[in-house]
């Protein structure tokens, strides 16, 4: 299978004054087309940064990271940009909705954007999808946490990304939420065959990804692949 995302002897520094901190020290790890992966580790560990590094929304100091078959370092903001547009998903812990466009018009407009023709029934259709086909006109401070971050789901599938990074998805709901989010987001995950990357703390929910990173002060202290039944 093609590798989808090939990171190798990352490391990232942050400055601060006359300090400087290592966030991510020799990280390298690689992941494959459709696969489901995630990355767990305490607070502080760096599992934000390196989402960020291999989503293309930071640069890395030392290392390469190869997403869709491209080297970031070669690209200059506007073609990451592109590259983040056409090719990558995010779905935040905030969820990042714009708060003066609709459900619809949150998922509809970025298609729009892209010269979709069909935007406006790709949206619905995600949003029925997702359960929100009687939200389409609530403003994501009508909804509920739960709901903007479906809102979110189906704006993140609707370009139909190859890769689709996910920062603590459940990270600001409740239990029974969250575990409606997850299945919402696998199901979603499995009928595309996009390539699912998880920053979590949750072990329940990274145990439901054929692989798994352990980070700790910004190293690699496991590395598992489940083997499947
Ligand atoms: N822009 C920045 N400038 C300076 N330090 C930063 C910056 N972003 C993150 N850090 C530091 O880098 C370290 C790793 O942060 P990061 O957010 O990646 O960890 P995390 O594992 O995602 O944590 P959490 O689970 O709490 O979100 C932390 O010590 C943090 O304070």
């Given at each position: 299978m093609a590798k989808i995302l090939n990171v190798r002897n990352l490391r990232k520094t942050y400055k601060s004054g006359s300090k400087e901190?290592?966030?991510?020290?020799?990280?390298?790890f690689e992941i494959e087309a459709g696969e489901t992966f995630s990355i767990v580790?305490?607070?502080?560990?760096?599992?934000?940064?390196?989402?960020?590094?291999?989503?293309?929304?930071d640069h890395v100091d030392?290392?390469?990271i190869e997403l869709?078959?491209?080297?970031?370092?070669?690209?200059?903001?506007?073609?990451?940009?592109?590259?983040?547009?056409?090719?990558?998903?995010?779905?935040?812990?905030?969820?990042?909705?714009?708060p003066t466009l609709t459900a619809l018009e949150n998922v509809s407009v970025p298609l729009e954007l892209q010269g979709k023709p069909d935007a406006q029934k790709v949206a619905r259709d995600l949003l029925d999808k997702v359960g929100l086909g009687r939200r389409y006109d609530h403003y994501p401070s009508q909804l509920s946490g739960g709901e903007q971050q479906r809102?979110?789901?189906a704006r993140a599938f609707s370009t139909t990304p190859d890769i689709l990074f996910a920062d603590e998805p459940t990270g600001n709901l409740d239990e029974e939420t969250g575990e409606k989010v997850i299945q919402?987001?696998?199901e979603l995950n499995k009928e595309m065959g996009t390539t699912l990357v998880i920053v979590t703390h949750d072990l329940d929910l990274a145990q439901l990804t054929q692989k798994i990173i352990?980070?700790?002060?910004g190293k690699i202290i496991s590395n598992q692949t489940k083997t499947l039944a």
């Open positions: 901190l290592t966030v991510l020290d020799g990280i390298s580790g305490p607070s502080g560990s760096g599992k934000t940064t390196l989402l960020g590094l291999c989503a293309g929304l030392e290392g390469s869709c078959g491209v080297e970031l370092s070669k690209l200059d903001e506007d073609e990451l940009a592109l590259l983040r547009n056409r090719k990558v998903g995010f779905i935040f812990q905030d969820f990042q909705l714009l809102v979110a789901l919402l987001l696998f352990r980070l700790k002060g």
